[in-house]
């Protein structure tokens, strides 16, 4: 079964404390995969698509890098405004539906 | 910039109404989607189109259904709300041969 998984649920930083999050997808024939930032009430915002293992992109303090089996969303010296939820997707059929993981919940304290 | 616009953004009606959700992209996007989110929950697709004329249900089952006489636009209808309907609403539009998808900002919906 195609399964996009994200981990961890939550995470909490101070103001400056880099990290990473993880996404580990079974999506067989990856047509890319998709990172999304998910402010309180409303709807994503798209980040970046991924489409071969050792891809990255940047963008200000977000950089996405992609293997065979999981993708990375790395934030560099983070602000309070990075704080929303960080949702990974990926294609799952022909029609090109996205399957989404739970998404990774991150709180950066001032 | 993604041009993909829903309304009302919030409602609240009684049990037993009939509502409608507007969704309107300004793209020409061939493809749109419905989600329904629950608060901290996942994503899950409820309607899709592939364009005018076609529509299809999603991975969750609903009740609500949808309609796609224009390319811009695509309403998904609830003919009679119940409280288990209360949810966010969430639509989305691509282009036909392109996965990535463009949100709208929601409608958050609640039935009393």
């Known amino acids: 079964e195609d399964q996009v998984t994200q981990s961890p649920e939550a995470l909490r930083l101070q103001e400056g404390e880099s990290s990473s999050l993880n996404c580990s997808y079974t999506v067989s024939g990856l047509r890319g995969l998709f990172w999304y930032r998910q402010d309180p009430g409303k709807g994503p915002e798209f980040l970046f698509t991924l489409y071969s293992a050792g891809e990255e992109k940047e963008k200000e303090r977000l950089k996405a890098t992609l293997t065979k089996k999981e993708s990375f969303l790395h934030i560099t010296a983070p602000k309070p405004e990075d704080s929303a939820t960080y949702l990974c997707?990926?294609?799952?059929?022909?029609?090109?539906?996205?399957?989404f993981g739970g998404g990774t919940r991150l709180m950066v304290k001032p | 910039e993604a041009d993909i616009y829903q309304t009302p953004r919030y409602l609240v009606i009684g049990t037993g109404k009939k509502i409608t959700l507007e969704c309107s992209q300004t793209?020409?996007?061939?493809?749109m989607y419905w989600y329904q989110q629950d608060p901290g929950m996942e994503l899950h697709l409820i309607h899709y189109s592939y364009g005018v004329n076609s529509t299809e249900k999603g991975d969750l089952s609903s009740e609500s259904t949808v309609s796609r006489i224009r390319t811009e636009h695509f309403p998904l209808t609830l003919e009679s709300a119940r409280p288990s309907h209360t949810s966010q609403y969430l639509c989305?539009?691509?282009?036909?041969?392109?996965?990535?998808?463009?949100f709208g900002p929601g409608t958050r919906l609640l039935v009393l």
């Open positions: 997707a990926a294609p799952y059929n022909a029609g090109n539906m996205l399957t």
């Open positions: 793209m020409g996007h061939d493809k």
């Open positions: 989305a539009s691509s282009e036909l041969v392109q996965e990535t998808q463009y």
